[in-house]
């Protein structure tokens, strides 16, 4: 991948200078990484800065009871840290969903590279203010008065508008999508979350084959979770 292909993948460079988008690829390095390799643990030591260039991963936490709760999945062009200064440790887990290629900047030479260039310091924030937006979103449609089936309908509806393909029958999410692993997203038990893809699938919203997830009608599916 050479470094212009490298920036146009990069959404955080878009508002920046092409002099500063070249010194930020420079200073780091293209790493391939496979699929469940794990990037962050919480409360241990994160060295390094992570922005995905291809593939996919997902930013999750553990609850008291050990089970996993996925608060985010990212694609290409998404800073991964939640935090970025020296001396810090991560407050989440980072993982890949599938074989991903990133750009990996040291804390200390990103820092380096923020002292010195305020329109890198305004990009960054304003690529955290997005995820504080989105978590914001996120907490919003956790409220109990919502119904699980609507939580899962907004859940498969964000994810077919960022990784959806079209096809013949709708629009397949470009995702490997278990019932488990739904589960994981919407924070319930594996038999809840299959009854309420059931309920989905027999009104005609979406339908499965293997672990791919179709959208039969995106306008219908928004609908019926805003309603």
Known sequence: MSE????????LLNDISP?????????????EFPKGKILMRQREPVDAIYFQLSGKSMIYNLTHHGKRKIL????????LNENIFNNYNASVYCETLEKSRMLVITVSD????????????KAIIEAQEKKI??????????NSSIFLEKKL?????????????????GR????????????????????????????????????QNKKRIIILDEKRLSDYYRR
């Open 72 to 79: 985010f999945i990212y694609g290409k062009g998404t800073l």
């Open 110 to 121: 990103m820092n380096k590279l923020m002292e010195e260039n305020y329109a890198l310091v």
């Open 19 to 31: 002099e500063l988008s070249e010194t930020l690829v420079n200073a780091g390095k293209i790493i």
């Open 4 to 11: 212009k292909e490298i920036i146009k993948e990069l959404s």
């Open 172 to 207: 397949e999410i470009d995702l490997n999508l278990s019932v488990t692993f739904l589960a994981d997203m919407l924070g319930v038990s594996r038999e809840t979350t299959s009854r309420m893809f059931s309920i989905l699938a027999g009104l005609g919203l979406v339908k």
């Open 153 to 169: 309908a907004a859940k498969l509806w964000k994810l077919a508008r960022d990784f959806g393909k079209d096809t013949e029958e």
């Open 133 to 142: 937006w989105r978590l914001g979103h996120q907490l919003k449609n956790t």
